[in-house]
């Protein structure tokens, strides 16, 4: 990247890695890929519908679905996957937000200013590259 050689064999921690079923953007192929590229445990979930509507859909909406292999193998193609996912309705948000609570730290709240010794708060959110004129 940028010149600099990249190993992603070095890189050692957990990976929850998605893809929506229908994407034109990341096509599910290429999204499943990453399964057999990164080292480590790894998660992947396919979700129902495009690169937008797959990805945003919030639990609330109770839209689309996710499918889910329960034995977490991944074999070498996404085909291959597919064939021992289970289909699960509702938005894949529910099943990251567990991975990641699983994965994540002690919670600490958050800082009641911003800014710290020579680093200054900037400009309130969300910033004033939004009022920019393009």
């Known amino acids: 990247m940028c010149g600099e050689h990249i190993d992603l064999g070095l890189l ?4 929850y890695i998605y893809g929506s079923r229908e994407d034109h953007i990341v ?3 290429g999204a499943y890929a990453s399964t057999q590229a990164l080292p480590g445990k790894k998660r992947f979930v396919m979700g129902a519908s495009g690169h937008i509507a797959g990805v945003i859909n919030p639990p609330a909406k109770n839209k689309r679905s996710h499918w889910i292999r329960a034995d977490g193998k991944l074999p070498k193609t996404h ?3 597919l064939q021992g996912a289970a289909e699960h309705p509702g938005s894949w948000w ?3 937000s567990q991975w990641i609570k699983a994965h994540a730290g002690k ?3 958050a800082p009641k200013t911003y800014g710290r010794g020579k680093y200054k708060a900037g400009i309130p959110a969300p910033g004033n590259y939004v009022l920019a004129k393009a």
């Open 12 to 15: 050692d921690l957990p990976v």
């Open 27 to 29: 096509p599910i192929d």
């Open 79 to 81: 085909a291959a996957w």
């Open 94 to 96: 529910t099943d990251w």
């Open 107 to 109: 919670q600490i709240a």
